[in-house]
């Protein structure tokens, strides 16, 4: 059974950074693409980002190219999501989701194990 336990959130000025990390258990990590979602209240769970599972090549929202970064160590069975020059709109929980297929990096169908969520939330 895969596991993902995500950490890092937490509550941060507009303008600010984080870094969320997710660990999965299992020894086959490395063979999967890994993305970042996220849910805020009152709308639907969207796509954030995406890494193949080389981490040769990853995918981004346009909402948050240029702002965050994902990258994976496939030696610790980590995918971490840096979050700088943080918006209130950012506001949300985020999801780390591991890839049933590889068939879709943005949609949620296209994942079969996701973490429990960690609570990032942006002031003004």
């Known amino acids: 059974q895969v596991q993902l336990v995500e950490s890092g959130g937490g509550l941060v000025q507009a303008g600010g950074s984080l870094r969320l990390s997710c660990v999965a258990s299992?020894?086959?990590?490395?063979?999967?693409?890994m993305a970042w979602f996220r849910q805020a209240p009152g709308k639907e769970r969207e796509f954030v980002a995406a890494i193949t599972w080389t981490g040769a090549r990853t995918y981004y929202a346009d909402s948050v190219k240029g702002r965050f970064t994902i990258s994976r160590d496939n030696a610790k069975n980590t995918v971490n999501l840096q979050l700088n020059s943080l918006k209130r709109e950012d506001t949300a929980v985020y999801y780390c989701a591991r890839s049933r297929d590889g068939s879709s990096y943005y949609d949620t169908n296209a994942y079969n194990y996701w973490g429990q969520g960690t609570q990032v939330t942006v002031s003004s």
């Open positions: 299992g020894r086959t990590f490395s063979s999967y693409s």
